[in-house]
């Protein structure tokens, strides 16, 4: 047993690969443990799990990689699973992951199958943090049981809850959430800058997500200033191009699973060669013609997706500006992070963006492992574990010195609530510090004995365009007038900026616990515990299959927290908004918005279903959408 090593681990939970480190404390520094449990040694383990039909078990990292390619093996395969962390069922993903002819429907929490068992993305992510765990262990010589994961730093309450959970199926207390691009601006070593401030842009390009955070430092002190990101941009898309171009070249424009997957893999291996080459070959190795692929090419197929990134870079440096007609911060030096900042065109498109010298753009260390070298840095604060425990929330820090660092960050999404007319009330602002808690008063809509309050997170007015996280149920209420009860409602972001709640009814004189409803976590500890129990068999060889079936009725489940927000029953429609084209989004969110506050007649319901119908189906909507404003005009007169 290492007994220099911290037990507490920092680990980069990847979409394509992820890192595990570990702080030296003789070397006062933090390092990557290899991955030796399956092929050649390796600082990063590929993020796929898949079944090996052979051993009759899910295998995860490299041995799973391996069978992308391999003949049948392609639906076997789950890729970039931490895209859909926190996701739910829509029309496309119910198609894409095969499960239009089972139970689940739109607006469930989203899952994907493996040989005949349907997982969440959290246990997904759970079977990839084993393996991390695992890796750290071998290199210890004894048990691990706690975690620094980082995350996205735009990922949404609904992402960061389902990465905890993983963390916990996994059997890790996970100590703290940090931000990738703080976790890398740590390994950077700017947490040691001069005494005069300076600012730096983390520019974080990883395998499926991409993060912008602009920073200050000063002494031993990071703050974050602006936060921009896209959870579905990074360098899968630049393979998803190329596999796209060289179905063209060879005829495959619909792909079988396990073509895809021989695609993909081509097209992240010649990626990699572009990075060092003006050229390479492509060959798929099933009888089609070898491609040639250039860098010319290879740009061309990737600059949408890299125009997306800057356009984050501006919004980012957007927020920092003190006021509407004043400049954003300037930026000392940019710092890249993400195996995907290997490729030149990203510091060729930010040195042009900002008109500065090559070494503007900094590009120290290993980018892959940037960000698992700064969790665990972080981690050394915390004491580790004796053992894992559902029950158990460990929270205690070991003694701070005069080394430690000051970290303040920002939420990346405005939290609130869903009121009358479907309108979007915010309580905590973007960019408010955290650790942070805001408190409003609410009143109660109706007489009613129950009263649900959807709380989302966005940025736009209306709740229609923003992320439903969960729904607090307020439960036997003295039925009286509009008006009549008030609610003091509570919102708290903790260090990882999850959310907790806490309602206090004024007339009552008491603050009291609702349930939560938070629709993709899986919540309960029991719940968490049979999960967990679960994901240890399909790690073990079995003889004879037993594919579980999907849950009968797919519900959302429930929770109990000090609970969040307000007072609006949540009528939302079951098309969303952005489904409907632009020409008539403003009268289908007029009509709905109505209808959510009036008893509509029979006429103006069966518009409505009719129009939502059309919309799914593709039918022409010009005569539909006359009929609906008539009809909607009719009824509000």
Avoid: C
Avoid at 127 to 142: D, F, Q, T, Y
Wanted: aromatic share 6%; glycine share 8%; proline share 6%.
């Amino acid at each position: 047993m290492n007994v220099n090593l911290h037990r507490v681990v920092g680990i980069d939970l990847g979409t394509t690969y992820s890192a595990v480190a570990l702080f030296d404390a003789d070397e006062d520094t933090a390092t990557i443990v290899p991955d030796r449990v399956f092929g050649p040694e390796a600082d990063t383990t590929p993020s796929v799990v898949a079944f090996d039909p052979h051993e009759g078990r899910v295998v995860v990292g490299a041995e799973a990689k391996r069978a992308m390619s391999l003949p049948g093996r392609g639906r076997e395969t789950i890729i970039e699973i931490k895209r859909e962390m926190g996701a739910v069922f829509t029309e496309e993903t119910l198609k894409r992951f095969g499960a239009g002819g089972t139970s689940f429907r739109e607006g469930d929490p989203l899952r994907v199958r493996l040989h005949g068992d349907w997982l969440r993305p959290q246990e997904v992510s759970a079977l990839v943090l084993m393996r991390m765990k695992e890796i750290a262990e071998r290199e210890l010589g004894g048990g691990v049981h706690d975690a620094v994961v980082t995350v996205p730093a735009y990922f949404t309450e609904r992402q960061k809850k389902a990465t905890e959970e993983a963390a916990l199926l996994a059997g890790l207390h996970p100590r703290q959430l940090i931000p990738e691009p703080t976790a890398a601006a740590i390994a950077y070593g700017v947490d040691s800058a001069e005494e005069e401030p300076r600012v730096y842009l983390v520019f974080d390009l990883g395998g499926g997500t991409f993060d912008v955070s602009i920073i200050e430092t000063r002494d031993r002190k990071i703050t974050v200033l602006a936060t921009a990101g896209d959870a579905r941009l990074g360098g899968g898309d630049f393979d998803a191009a190329v596999a796209d171009w060289l179905g063209e070249r060879t005829g495959r424009t619909s792909p079988s699973a396990d073509e895809r997957m021989q695609a993909l893999a081509a097209a992240e291996q010649a990626k990699r060669e572009l990075s060092l080459r003006e050229t390479t070959t492509i060959d798929l190795g099933d009888g089609t013609a070898p491609v040639e692929l250039d860098r010319a090419r290879f740009k061309s197929l990737i600059k949408p997706t890299l125009d997306r990134s800057l356009k984050k870079v501006v919004e980012a440096l957007n927020m920092t500006k003190p006021g509407p007609d004043e400049p954003p911060v300037k930026v000392d030096a940019i710092l890249l992070v993400g195996g995907s900042t290997r490729i030149p065109l990203v510091r060729e498109m930010l040195v042009e963006h900002f008109n500065e010298d090559d070494d503007f753009v900094r590009a120290d260390g290993d980018p892959d492992t940037l960000v698992a070298r700064g969790a665990a840095l972080l981690a050394r604060r915390f004491e580790p574990s004796e053992s894992f425990d559902f029950d158990r929330r460990p929270a205690g820090l070991r003694q701070s010195g005069e080394d430690e660092f000051d970290i303040r960050l920002i939420t990346e999404h405005t939290l609130g609530v869903g009121v009358q007319d479907n309108k979007f009330d915010p309580l905590i602002e973007r960019g408010a510090k955290i650790p942070n808690h805001k408190q409003k008063r609410y009143t109660n809509q109706k007489d009613s004995e129950n009263v649900e309050v959807p709380i989302y997170q966005g940025e736009s007015d209306l709740v229609f365009d923003n992320t439903r996280v969960g729904t607090i149920v307020l439960d036997k209420i003295e039925p009286r007038e509009a008006g009549y009860h008030q609610f003091d409602i509570t919102f708290k972001l903790d260090v990882n900026g999850l959310l907790e709640v806490k309602v206090f009814h004024a007339n009552a004189g008491r603050e009291y616990e609702a349930t939560f409803r938070q629709s993709t976590s899986i919540g309960k500890i029991d719940m968490l515990a049979e999960s967990r129990r679960r994901l240890l068999r399909l790690l073990q060889p079995r003889t004879e299959a037993q594919p579980s079936q999907p849950d009968a009725a797919a519900e959302p489940l429930t929770f109990t927290l000090p609970p969040p927000v307000e007072l609006v029953p949540d009528d939302t429609p079951t098309v969303q908004p952005d489904a409907v084209p632009a020409e008539f989004r403003r009268l289908f969110r007029k009509v709905t918005a109505w209808t959510s506050d009036h008893e509509a007649p029979e006429d103006l319901t069966a518009a409505l279903r009719e129009f939502t119908e059309a919309v799914r189906t593709g039918a022409e909507l010009d005569d539909l959408a006359d009929r609906l404003e008539d009809v909607y005009d009719r009824a509000r007169r």
